[in-house]
């Protein structure tokens, strides 16, 4: 993966600018299981009683004004709940398969260059996101699963946009071509 530091980013996200509070711990309200949570996490699903623990520091003021509100965060600007739904779809896929700190740090890259690769061009970002989190999810022998649709559609991912990633995550876990600008986004992100 390449990426393109010239290009902006959303401040928000970008950790050069983060302090050691950013990430913190606190206890899960169910059962006491301690979480981590980074400042950009909304929500988390605990480990061990399985429930959706949302971060009480999330700060989510940039959609008010970020012209690309309604696309990252899946929701209306407006709407003061909203949550990223990348992260959901990331916590609902942890809370079933396990990735590893590596891979973890290289999905949070893969984003990171999304944002740079997505500028500039029509792409859904979620669609881009979504598509990059389950390919993610999938590496490592994992297979392509069925459950991705009931997962993607509790994270209130609209159908259209369900249908989009599962092709691309199909065509790019087995190799094929795919015609939309959203897989050529996908594999410039993956590209050596």
């Not at 950013?22 to 169910?30: A, G, K, S, Y």
């Not at 740079?116 to 994992?142: A, E, N, Q, R, Y």
Request: proline share 5%.
């Amino acid at each position: 993966m390449k990426s393109d530091s010239s290009k902006p980013r959303c401040p928000g996200q970008d950790m050069r600018f983060w302090k050691p509070e950013d990430i913190f711990t606190l206890d899960c309200p169910h059962c006491g299981n301690e979480i981590e949570f980074w400042k950009d996490e909304p929500f988390l699903i605990c480990k061990k009683c399985g429930k959706e623990i949302k971060n009480p520091r999330i700060d989510l003021g940039c959609a008010k004004w970020c012209k690309f509100a309604d696309k990252c965060l899946g929701r209306t600007s407006s709407d003061e709940s909203a949550s990223p739904v990348i992260e959901k779809v990331k916590a609902l896929l942890s809370s079933q398969f396990k990735l590893d700190a590596d891979a973890m740090r290289e999905l949070e890259k893969a984003c990171k260059l999304a944002d740079d690769v997505l500028g500039g061009t029509s792409c859904d970002p979620c669609v881009v996101k979504t598509s990059l989190v389950i390919i993610f999810f999938s590496k490592d022998g994992k297979k392509y699963n069925d459950r991705v649709s009931e997962i993607l559609a509790n994270a209130g991912i609209s159908s259209d946009q369900q249908e989009k990633i599962i092709a691309i995550v199909k065509a790019i876990i087995s190799g094929a071509d795919y015609d939309s600008e959203e897989f050529r986004a996908i594999k410039k992100v993956l590209e050596p």
